[in-house]
């Protein structure tokens, strides 16, 4: 493993311990390949019956991919894009294949931030998931923010959040935390964060086979303790509102609705890149009617397109290049972006047999 991935089997439990947190343990192109490395070895090794990831440090759990990466390399190769982003989003989109698909029990103590890629690596399926947040849980689909979308399977897990939660997630790029993402069903269990050592310690000592039924059973008197979702009461609001078949006829709606909670909605998506507004909500719907593998590979083409549009690259010079945080958005408004535009996206970047992800199943 690298430095910043470490793994462990003790009781016949895989852990995966994240550790880069001066970078809030943003993926690598390395950690993709060490986390995939790790849970490919597990998934058939009978010495280990279930696995559990989380960080080293109580501030980030993963606060998504190493953006400065994307823009080094995007810059770089605009057009055609850098052989080494064509590897970061195809590996990474594999291991979240992977990750929801897993055959064994799989814990994620999503501690601290969760965003993008964090989200990638915790979002199991129903089956064999456990996902753990606290009250220092910081949760979000930010990528709008960066002239992104909301990736990593986001098209596949946001459209299957309670009405339109998930689409106001994907549009504003605003952070919940634990009520909101139990509410959400993007976590299982809530723990306190003073009890998170006590937790690590009950999972060294517990057989993998128990895993999950005990801690479960550790966390069940805490789950009152998380208080009331601030989202659930405004679902009507946001189902209203964010179920519009046009970006743009969202934010009119929100303009007409003078609630405190809708102004913020509206404040967050006009800093938003509107060509990616339109394109993720294009997205969401698309991936409401499709499986994860579907969804990956249409995520695939989608990052393909984006980088050689430039607008992901626009975005992180704005955010953490120049941190001017104005970026020239094209085109720089809702109305200037056009059907042909989002057809382009949406076009086929490889023939089905060559596209990058056409093993996922």
């Known amino acids: 493993m690298s430095n910043f991935v470490h793994t462990s ?11 880069r947190p001066a970078a809030l343990n943003s993926l690598s192109l390395a950690m993709v390949r060490d986390l995939t490395a790790a849970l490919l070895g597990w998934s058939c090794d009978p010495g280990v019956d279930a696995v559990v990831i989380q960080s080293s440090s109580a501030k980030a759990f993963c606060a ?24 970061f ?32 690596v915790s979002q199991a399926g ?3 998931r456990l996902r753990i947040v606290t009250e220092a849980t910081k949760m979000a689909m930010p990528e709008v923010n960066i002239g992104l979308f909301p990736d990593v399977g986001g ?8 009405g339109q939660l998930g689409t106001y997630l994907a549009l504003t790029g605003l952070t919940i935390g634990a009520a909101d993402a139990l509410y959400l069903d993007l976590a299982d269990l809530y723990v306190p964060q003073c009890q998170m050592a006590a937790l690590a ?9 128990e895993l999950t039924r005990v801690i479960a059973r550790f966390a069940a008197p805490f789950q009152a303790e998380v208080g009331p979702s601030s989202l659930a009461a405004q679902r009507a609001t946001i189902d209203s509102h964010f179920g519009a078949s046009k970006v743009a006829a969202i934010e009119l709606a929100l303009a007409r609705d003078g609630s405190a909670f809708a102004q913020q909605a509206l404040s967050a998506m006009q800093q938003r890149s509107p060509l990616m507004m339109c394109v993720t909500l294009e997205m969401l719907r698309r991936g409401a009617t499709l499986d994860v593998a579907a969804c990956l590979r249409m995520e695939r083409s989608l990052v393909r397109r984006v980088f050689e549009h430039g607008e992901a690259q626009e975005g992180i010079r704005a955010l953490v290049i120049d941190k001017d945080h104005a970026p020239r958005w094209s085109p720089a408004s809702l109305a200037e972006v056009t059907d042909a535009m989002l057809a382009h996206f949406f076009a086929p970047v ?3 047999h060559a596209h990058p992800l056409r093993h996922l199943h």
């Open 126 to 128: 129903p089956d064999t």
């Open 201 to 209: 310690t009950l999972i060294g000592a517990t057989p993998g086979i």
């Open 89 to 120: 989003f195809t590996e990474e989109y594999a291991l979240n294949h992977l990750v929801y698909h897993y055959p064994k029990p799989y814990v994620a103590l999503m501690n601290g931030v969760v965003m993008g890629g964090g989200m990638g």
């Open 9 to 19: 089997v003790c009781n016949h439990t895989g852990c995966i311990t994240l550790d």
């Open 155 to 162: 098209s596949y897990f946001l459209p299957r959040a309670p």
């Open 350 to 352: 490889w023939p089905a």
């Open 64 to 87: 998504g991919g190493d953006i400065r990466f994307f823009y080094e390399a995007g810059c770089a190769s605009p057009r055609q894009g850098s052989a080494q982003l064509e590897d």
